[in-house]
């Protein structure tokens, strides 16, 4: 599975950090919608879904979690740490959050509006999607 990070540019000078990132120069997409997680409880596990069409990018731009991908085939674990990184997640990827820090700031960038729809809940569905369109490419 390959791991897409963006490292954004930080114009950085003596008063700080400032990251700037537009649609289509820094993200790979149209950004339709913004949000972000903060006061995530120890513990706890977010996302746990996948989307069918949407595509997001996570920074954590304050504190730290980890990601874990899964594409139904392998899974890989990123941390996120660093507030000038981003981490893409196409379509048709099961995703969790975990290990927030308690000052973590996690942002979203979607590249669609919320539409309950587009998400994929139930794992073994997941796992029926993704390997339903790998026997069509065959
Ligand atoms: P949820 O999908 O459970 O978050 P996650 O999977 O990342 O842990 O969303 C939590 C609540 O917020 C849920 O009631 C739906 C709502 N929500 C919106 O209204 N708009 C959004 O863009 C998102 C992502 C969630």
């Known amino acids: ?9 930080p114009h950085g000078d003596d008063r700080g950090q400032l990251v700037a990132l537009e649609e ?9 919608r913004v949000y972000y997680m903060y006061d995530t409880v120890a513990g706890v596990v977010r996302g746990k879904h996948a989307h069918r ?13 980890k990601v874990r991908l899964d594409n139904g085939y392998e ?8 507030p000038y990184e981003g981490l893409y997640i196409a379509n048709n990827m099961w995703r969790e ?5 308690p000052d973590a700031v996690l942002m979203v960038l979607a590249s669609d509006m919320y539409d309950e729809q587009d998400y994929i809940r ?6 029926n999607c993704v390997k339903n369109k790998s026997l069509k490419k065959i």
């Open 75 to 82: 899974k890989k674990i990123i941390p996120l740490e660093r």
């Open 97 to 101: 959050m975990y290990d927030f820090s």
């Open 24 to 32: 289509y120069r820094d993200i790979p997409f149209e950004i339709k």
């Open 53 to 65: 069409t949407l595509e997001q990018i996570l920074v954590c731009i304050h504190g730290s979690c």
């Open 1 to 9: 599975m390959q791991i897409v990070k963006y490292v954004f540019q």
């Open 122 to 127: 139930d794992y073994d569905d997941f796992i």
